[in-house]
């Protein structure tokens, strides 16, 4: 399951391994004294721990499996044989060997109930096996106890645990909480996105005196956007205060960024951050100044694409194509995505940006390039990225005639509703099913659930003209939006202004 496995993988190495130096000893029976049996097999755990830490999973579950064997074990200090049941635990999870790693982690939460990496590692394995809940109410449980958990935990598991979380509010508002009481900051950015999703539960959930501290920490445009947009804030905002006005709030967020970057000057990240930055305020040929330098390092080769920082490497360069692309230079556009592409996402093939220029290529009506983009990503996919591969596929064979196969994307989008996030209704303005297309926009708008997402589509903003293949997608749906019916729907539980942004992305 992408997105929950690698996260406490730095921490749990770094705080095994930490003071230790590796010297060659093993436990012999035979010529030792206990307490020279005890060093030895001490040492031999933080070497198996090591092995484990440079690669070689395998041969470390291996070690550990022996070591934990001896009759020796019940002569550590109980910190040990738990720090070695969970570096176990851990071992076991890379190898996707479940029971194993259930087995070890069992045994050290039978030492320490509330040992926070052992409660994380079964919270992951739970995920992994398909129990959701169980598995975020241990993650939670787990980040309760122990802040040094947090800067394993970025955006993209947070989404994650929002689309596997879907109808159990409760669960995603409780992690959501947590996160926020711990004042999580990835990459240094308040993640004012989250932020609003939890508001959003708080309010549903009847906790509506939290909500006026939970936007206290929202001041980016989108954000503010969306809170204007939903009449379920009135209480809470003042649109006519400055704080509120998502323009300003657009050159208050770009310009924290500068700061915050000024702290950091060589982390990609934090042009990453920037240019979308700029992307929202329409500021294109900045963003593309920003990138330059990494583009033309990418483009002379210099830049591995597994770098430690591909993944925002990626971001960057996907950034800098969204604004050739507004800038009308869409042979260059592609070919920066084409590189984006090229590096990894934590150490894997970054799904994201394959896709990403697979829909842009069924945008631009090249289907069978559509079709064998999307196809190198292969099938590990979070619910979100398989919707976006679907509605690729949809489009892609639209294009050339197959509705057979066009017809069984669109069948797999219909039945996962709750994950595709607007493709249904993309499917049925593709279909030029406006009726059908009301309707479900109107279901969106009543869901407390996606009635924010919804009403932030609806928001008039800046665009460029759009790609070939979405100009009639575009046009059918604004005259979605203005039927009477939807409107009466809008107009009940929020509203569509007309603002000087751009949204962030494509």
Do not use: C
């Amino acid at each position: 399951m992408p997105g929950l496995h690698r996260h406490p993988i730095a921490l749990l190495i770094a705080l095994t391994l930490a003071g230790t130096a590796p010297v060659h000893a093993t436990p012999d029976s035979r010529a030792a004294t206990t307490e020279e049996q005890t060093r030895a097999l001490q040492q031999a755990l933080r070497e198996a721990a090591q092995q484990g830490a440079q690669g070689d999973t395998l041969g470390a579950l291996v070690a550990f499996e022996r070591l934990l064997a001896e009759p020796g074990l019940a002569t550590l200090p109980a910190d040990d044989r738990t720090e070695a049941y969970v570096v176990a635990g851990w071992i076991a999870l890379q190898l996707s060997q479940p029971a194993a790693a259930r087995s070890y982690l069992g045994s050290a939460r039978q030492l320490a109930p509330e040992e926070p990496r052992a409660l994380y590692l079964l919270g992951v394995l739970e995920s992994e096996q398909g129990h959701h809940v169980e598995g975020a109410r241990l993650i939670t449980r787990s980040l309760r106890q122990a802040d040094t958990f947090l800067p394993e935990v970025g955006f993209a598991m947070a989404g994650t645990q929002g689309q596997l979380l879907r109808g159990h509010d409760t669960e995603y508002r409780d992690f959501l909480q947590v996160l926020f009481d711990r004042n999580w900051k990835p990459d240094g950015i308040e993640p004012t996105d989250f932020w609003r999703l939890l508001a959003v539960l708080q309010i549903q959930s009847g906790q509506s005196d939290l909500v006026a501290a939970t936007l206290e920490r929202i001041d980016s445009p989108m954000e503010i956007l969306a809170l204007r947009a939903d009449k379920r804030f009135d209480r809470y905002i003042d649109r006519n205060n400055p704080r509120f006005d998502p323009v300003q709030a657009a050159q208050r967020h770009l310009d924290a960024l500068r700061v915050n970057a000024l702290l950091a000057p060589d982390q990609p990240s934090a042009l990453v951050h920037i240019s979308q930055a700029m992307l929202v305020l329409g500021q294109h040929e900045e963003v593309l100044a920003v990138t330059e330098p990494m583009a033309s390092a990418v483009a002379s080769a210099r830049v591995p694409p597994n770098i430690d920082d591909a993944g925002d490497i990626a971001w960057l360069l996907n950034n800098r194509a969204i604004a050739q692309r507004r800038l009308g230079d869409i042979d260059a556009a592609l070919a920066t995505l084409e590189a984006a592409a090229q590096f990894k996402q934590e150490g894997q093939t970054n799904i994201s940006q394959w896709l990403n220029l697979a829909a842009w290529q069924a945008a631009l009506l090249q289907p069978r390039k559509a079709l064998e983009t999307s196809a190198r990503v292969g099938d590990n996919l979070s619910p979100y990225g398989e919707a976006v591969q679907q509605w690729v596929r949809f489009s892609a064979h639209r294009q050339l005639g197959d509705t057979e196969q066009a017809d069984r994307a669109k069948a797999w989008l219909k039945d996962h509703a709750d994950n595709a996030d607007g493709y249904v209704l993309e499917t049925l303005l593709y279909d030029n099913a406006l009726d059908q297309a009301a309707a479900d926009l109107i279901a969106r708008l009543h869901s407390t659930e996606t009635r924010s997402d919804a009403l932030l589509s609806v928001q008039r903003l800046r665009t460029v003209p759009p790609l070939p293949g979405d100009v009639e997608q575009e046009r059918r749906w604004w005259q979605v939006v203005e039927r009477a019916d939807v409107q009466a729907a809008l107009k009940a539980i929020g509203r569509s202004e007309q603002h000087a942004l751009f949204r962030p992305g494509g």
